[in-house]
Protein backbone atom coordinates (compact mmCIF):
# COMPACT_ATOMS: atom_id res chain seq x y z
CA UNK A 1 0.00 0.00 0.00
CA UNK A 2 1.27 3.29 -0.42
CA UNK A 3 1.91 6.05 2.11
CA UNK A 4 1.60 9.13 0.19
CA UNK A 5 1.54 10.38 -3.35
CA UNK A 6 0.70 13.11 -5.53
CA UNK A 7 0.24 12.91 -9.31
CA UNK A 8 -0.11 16.01 -11.84
CA UNK A 9 -0.09 18.47 -8.84
CA UNK A 10 -0.19 22.25 -9.78
CA UNK A 11 -0.36 25.15 -7.99
CA UNK A 12 -0.73 28.73 -9.50
CA UNK A 13 -1.15 31.58 -6.90
CA UNK A 14 -3.86 34.15 -7.37
CA UNK A 15 -1.33 36.90 -9.45
CA UNK A 16 -0.75 33.94 -12.37
CA UNK A 17 2.32 32.87 -11.26
CA UNK A 18 3.09 29.18 -11.08
CA UNK A 19 5.21 27.20 -8.34
CA UNK A 20 4.91 24.35 -10.29
CA UNK A 21 3.11 22.36 -12.82
CA UNK A 22 2.07 18.85 -12.72
CA UNK A 23 4.82 17.58 -10.26
CA UNK A 24 4.40 13.74 -9.09
CA UNK A 25 6.07 11.83 -6.33
CA UNK A 26 4.91 8.59 -4.08
CA UNK A 27 6.28 7.41 -1.10
CA UNK A 28 5.46 3.70 -1.10
CA UNK A 29 8.33 2.54 1.92
CA UNK A 30 8.69 4.52 5.01
CA UNK A 31 11.51 7.23 3.93
CA UNK A 32 13.28 10.19 5.13
CA UNK A 33 12.87 12.99 1.58
CA UNK A 34 14.90 16.38 2.12
CA UNK A 35 12.52 18.52 0.01
CA UNK A 36 14.45 21.53 -1.11
CA UNK A 37 14.47 24.53 -3.39
CA UNK A 38 15.24 28.14 -3.42
CA UNK A 39 13.57 30.59 -1.27
CA UNK A 40 10.01 31.42 -2.12
CA UNK A 41 10.01 28.55 -4.92
CA UNK A 42 7.00 26.68 -2.93
CA UNK A 43 8.75 24.51 -0.40
CA UNK A 44 5.82 25.55 2.12
CA UNK A 45 3.50 25.62 -0.48
CA UNK A 46 3.84 21.62 -1.44
CA UNK A 47 4.00 20.54 2.04
CA UNK A 48 1.38 22.51 2.64
CA UNK A 49 -0.79 20.73 0.25
CA UNK A 50 0.35 17.59 1.23
CA UNK A 51 -1.37 18.13 4.11
CA UNK A 52 -4.27 19.46 3.07
CA UNK A 53 -3.84 22.34 4.58
CA UNK A 54 -4.31 24.51 0.72
CA UNK A 55 -5.79 23.65 -2.39
CA UNK A 56 -3.92 22.90 -5.14
CA UNK A 57 -4.61 24.41 -8.69
CA UNK A 58 -4.76 20.85 -9.99
CA UNK A 59 -3.99 17.71 -9.75
CA UNK A 60 -4.60 15.26 -6.64
CA UNK A 61 -3.11 13.89 -3.37
CA UNK A 62 -3.64 10.56 -2.35
CA UNK A 63 -2.97 9.16 1.48
CA UNK A 64 -3.01 5.12 2.00
CA UNK A 65 -3.87 5.02 -2.29
CA UNK A 66 -7.03 7.30 -1.27
CA UNK A 67 -7.66 10.45 -2.92
CA UNK A 68 -7.66 13.39 -0.44
CA UNK A 69 -11.56 14.09 -1.45
CA UNK A 70 -12.42 10.92 0.00
CA UNK A 71 -10.86 11.58 3.57
CA UNK A 72 -12.05 13.74 6.82
CA UNK A 73 -9.17 16.64 6.50
CA UNK A 74 -8.46 16.06 10.50
CA UNK A 75 -7.97 12.34 9.83
CA UNK A 76 -5.66 12.72 7.20
CA UNK A 77 -4.04 15.46 9.46
CA UNK A 78 -3.51 13.10 12.33
CA UNK A 79 -1.46 10.56 9.41
CA UNK A 80 0.56 13.46 7.94
CA UNK A 81 1.15 15.70 10.13
CA UNK A 82 2.90 19.78 8.88
CA UNK A 83 5.12 20.79 11.35
CA UNK A 84 5.12 24.64 10.97
CA UNK A 85 8.03 27.15 9.81
CA UNK A 86 6.56 29.31 12.86
CA UNK A 87 5.70 27.34 15.30
CA UNK A 88 2.58 28.25 17.00
CA UNK A 89 1.56 27.96 20.89
CA UNK A 90 -1.88 27.47 21.78
CA UNK A 91 -2.31 29.95 24.55
CA UNK A 92 -1.65 28.22 27.92
CA UNK A 93 1.01 26.22 29.20
CA UNK A 94 3.93 24.06 28.39
CA UNK A 95 1.95 20.90 29.16
CA UNK A 96 -1.42 22.26 27.89
CA UNK A 97 0.39 22.39 24.64
CA UNK A 98 1.50 18.87 24.85
CA UNK A 99 -2.04 17.57 26.19
CA UNK A 100 -3.62 19.20 22.89
CA UNK A 101 -4.03 15.86 21.03
CA UNK A 102 -5.28 14.08 23.95
CA UNK A 103 -7.91 16.67 24.79
CA UNK A 104 -8.81 16.92 21.68
CA UNK A 105 -9.28 12.96 20.32
CA UNK A 106 -10.82 12.47 23.67
CA UNK A 107 -7.35 9.53 24.14
CA UNK A 108 -5.19 8.75 27.04
CA UNK A 109 -2.19 11.55 27.86
CA UNK A 110 1.06 9.40 27.27
CA UNK A 111 3.06 11.11 30.23
CA UNK A 112 6.09 8.98 29.82
CA UNK A 113 5.80 9.21 26.17
CA UNK A 114 6.20 12.96 26.27
CA UNK A 115 8.20 13.01 29.16
CA UNK A 116 11.46 11.01 27.05
CA UNK A 117 10.33 13.33 23.69
CA UNK A 118 11.07 16.39 25.76
CA UNK A 119 14.31 15.20 27.21
CA UNK A 120 15.26 13.81 23.57
CA UNK A 121 14.48 16.91 21.80
CA UNK A 122 16.60 18.63 24.73
CA UNK A 123 13.91 20.38 26.67
CA UNK A 124 13.84 18.00 30.15
CA UNK A 125 14.63 21.38 31.98
CA UNK A 126 11.63 23.35 30.70
CA UNK A 127 8.84 23.25 33.14
CA UNK A 128 5.84 21.93 32.29
CA UNK A 129 3.66 25.09 33.87
CA UNK A 130 5.44 27.80 32.25
CA UNK A 131 3.56 29.65 29.95
CA UNK A 132 4.17 28.30 26.27
CA UNK A 133 4.38 31.64 24.92
CA UNK A 134 7.04 33.00 27.16
CA UNK A 135 9.67 30.43 25.75
CA UNK A 136 12.55 31.32 23.39
CA UNK A 137 11.76 30.88 19.23
CA UNK A 138 14.06 27.56 19.55
CA UNK A 139 12.20 26.27 22.65
CA UNK A 140 8.82 26.46 20.87
CA UNK A 141 10.23 24.74 17.84
CA UNK A 142 10.42 21.80 19.53
CA UNK A 143 7.66 22.17 21.92
CA UNK A 144 5.46 22.34 18.70
CA UNK A 145 7.14 19.16 17.55
CA UNK A 146 7.01 17.62 20.09
CA UNK A 147 3.11 18.16 20.30
CA UNK A 148 3.18 16.82 16.86
CA UNK A 149 5.08 13.53 17.78
CA UNK A 150 2.58 12.41 20.45
CA UNK A 151 -0.25 11.92 17.55
CA UNK A 152 1.66 9.19 16.12
CA UNK A 153 1.86 10.27 12.76
CA UNK A 154 2.98 8.04 10.00
CA UNK A 155 4.29 11.19 7.79
CA UNK A 156 6.14 13.67 9.52
CA UNK A 157 6.14 17.17 7.29
CA UNK A 158 8.96 19.15 8.59
CA UNK A 159 9.49 23.01 7.46
CA UNK A 160 12.78 23.94 8.44
CA UNK A 161 12.16 22.96 12.21
CA UNK A 162 15.24 23.32 12.83
CA UNK A 163 15.91 26.72 11.72
CA UNK A 164 16.28 28.17 14.58
CA UNK A 165 18.30 25.87 16.66
CA UNK A 166 21.70 26.02 17.81
CA UNK A 167 23.78 22.83 16.90
CA UNK A 168 23.38 21.02 19.23
CA UNK A 169 19.55 21.49 19.83
CA UNK A 170 19.55 20.71 15.77
CA UNK A 171 21.63 17.45 16.51
CA UNK A 172 19.62 16.70 19.16
CA UNK A 173 16.31 16.67 17.32
CA UNK A 174 17.53 15.23 14.12
CA UNK A 175 19.02 12.39 16.05
CA UNK A 176 15.16 12.17 17.71
CA UNK A 177 13.63 11.95 14.84
CA UNK A 178 15.75 9.40 13.14
CA UNK A 179 15.33 7.03 15.63
CA UNK A 180 11.56 7.74 15.65
CA UNK A 181 11.88 6.89 11.77
CA UNK A 182 13.96 3.46 12.57
CA UNK A 183 11.41 2.36 15.41
CA UNK A 184 8.60 3.34 14.19
CA UNK A 185 8.75 3.41 10.12
CA UNK A 186 7.63 7.31 10.18
CA UNK A 187 8.38 8.76 7.01
CA UNK A 188 10.26 12.18 7.51
CA UNK A 189 9.54 15.23 4.60
CA UNK A 190 11.98 17.97 5.42
CA UNK A 191 12.24 21.15 4.32
CA UNK A 192 15.86 22.84 4.69
CA UNK A 193 17.83 25.77 3.32
CA UNK A 194 20.84 23.42 5.08
CA UNK A 195 22.48 21.18 2.93
CA UNK A 196 24.32 19.39 4.83
CA UNK A 197 21.35 18.24 6.79
CA UNK A 198 19.68 16.96 3.86
CA UNK A 199 22.79 15.08 3.29
CA UNK A 200 22.71 13.92 6.59
CA UNK A 201 19.07 12.73 7.07
CA UNK A 202 17.58 12.34 3.73
CA UNK A 203 18.25 9.25 1.55
CA UNK A 204 15.72 10.95 -1.09
CA UNK A 205 15.94 14.50 -2.41
CA UNK A 206 13.10 15.96 -3.90
CA UNK A 207 14.19 18.98 -6.01
CA UNK A 208 11.91 22.31 -6.77
CA UNK A 209 12.94 23.95 -9.33
CA UNK A 210 11.44 25.63 -12.67
CA UNK A 211 8.22 24.43 -11.95
CA UNK A 212 8.99 21.09 -11.84
CA UNK A 213 10.60 18.04 -9.41
CA UNK A 214 13.43 15.82 -8.79
CA UNK A 215 12.88 12.97 -7.40
CA UNK A 216 16.26 10.64 -6.81
CA UNK A 217 18.42 9.49 -4.81
CA UNK A 218 20.29 12.22 -1.62
CA UNK A 219 24.07 10.78 -2.37
CA UNK A 220 23.63 11.03 -6.26
CA UNK A 221 21.90 14.43 -5.85
CA UNK A 222 24.65 15.76 -4.38
CA UNK A 223 27.53 14.10 -5.59
CA UNK A 224 26.67 14.55 -9.58
CA UNK A 225 23.57 17.32 -9.42
CA UNK A 226 21.27 15.91 -11.85
CA UNK A 227 20.13 18.99 -14.17
CA UNK A 228 21.50 22.24 -14.46
CA UNK A 229 19.19 24.28 -12.40
CA UNK A 230 20.45 21.53 -9.42
CA UNK A 231 23.84 22.62 -10.78
CA UNK A 232 23.68 25.93 -10.29
CA UNK A 233 21.92 25.83 -6.86
CA UNK A 234 24.51 23.24 -5.15
CA UNK A 235 27.35 26.08 -7.00
CA UNK A 236 25.44 28.82 -5.45
CA UNK A 237 25.06 27.46 -1.79
CA UNK A 238 28.74 26.41 -1.52
CA UNK A 239 29.90 30.11 -2.49
CA UNK A 240 27.57 31.16 0.32
CA UNK A 241 29.10 28.79 2.56
CA UNK A 242 32.58 30.22 2.26
CA UNK A 243 30.99 33.71 2.17
N1 LIG B 1 -1.69 31.73 0.34
C1 LIG B 1 -0.88 32.39 -0.49
N2 LIG B 1 -1.36 33.41 -1.23
C2 LIG B 1 -0.54 34.09 -2.06
N3 LIG B 1 0.75 33.80 -2.23
C3 LIG B 1 1.25 32.80 -1.54
C4 LIG B 1 0.48 32.03 -0.64
N4 LIG B 1 1.26 31.09 -0.10
C5 LIG B 1 2.47 31.25 -0.64
N5 LIG B 1 2.46 32.27 -1.50
C6 LIG B 1 3.61 32.71 -2.31
O1 LIG B 1 4.13 31.56 -2.94
C7 LIG B 1 5.54 31.66 -3.05
C8 LIG B 1 6.15 30.40 -2.47
O2 LIG B 1 5.97 30.40 -1.08
P1 LIG B 1 6.48 29.25 -0.14
O3 LIG B 1 6.23 29.73 1.24
O4 LIG B 1 5.85 27.99 -0.54
O5 LIG B 1 8.03 29.22 -0.49
P2 LIG B 1 9.24 28.47 0.24
O6 LIG B 1 9.96 27.71 -0.82
O7 LIG B 1 8.73 27.73 1.40
O8 LIG B 1 10.16 29.69 0.70
P3 LIG B 1 11.09 29.86 2.02
O9 LIG B 1 12.31 29.06 1.75
O10 LIG B 1 11.37 31.32 2.03
O11 LIG B 1 10.31 29.40 3.20
C9 LIG B 1 5.93 32.94 -2.34
O12 LIG B 1 6.18 33.92 -3.32
C10 LIG B 1 4.72 33.29 -1.51
O13 LIG B 1 4.59 34.69 -1.38
MG1 LIG C 1 8.92 27.97 3.43
Not at 5 to 21: M, N, V, W
Request: glycine residues 8%; aromatic residues 6%; contains cysteine.
Amino acid sequence: MGILAFKALSKTLAGGRTLFANIAASIDTPSSIALIAPSGHGKSTLLRLLALLDEPSGGEVLLEDRSSAGWEPQAWRCKAAYVAQQAVMLPGSVEWNLRAFSRLHGTAFDEAGAKALMAAAGLSATGWSEDADTLSGGEKQRVSLVRSLLARPEILLLDEVTASLDRHSKDAVEKMLLALQAKSGTSLVWVTHDLEQARRVSTRIWFLADGSLWDGESEAFFRQPPTEAAAQFLKQRTMEAVD
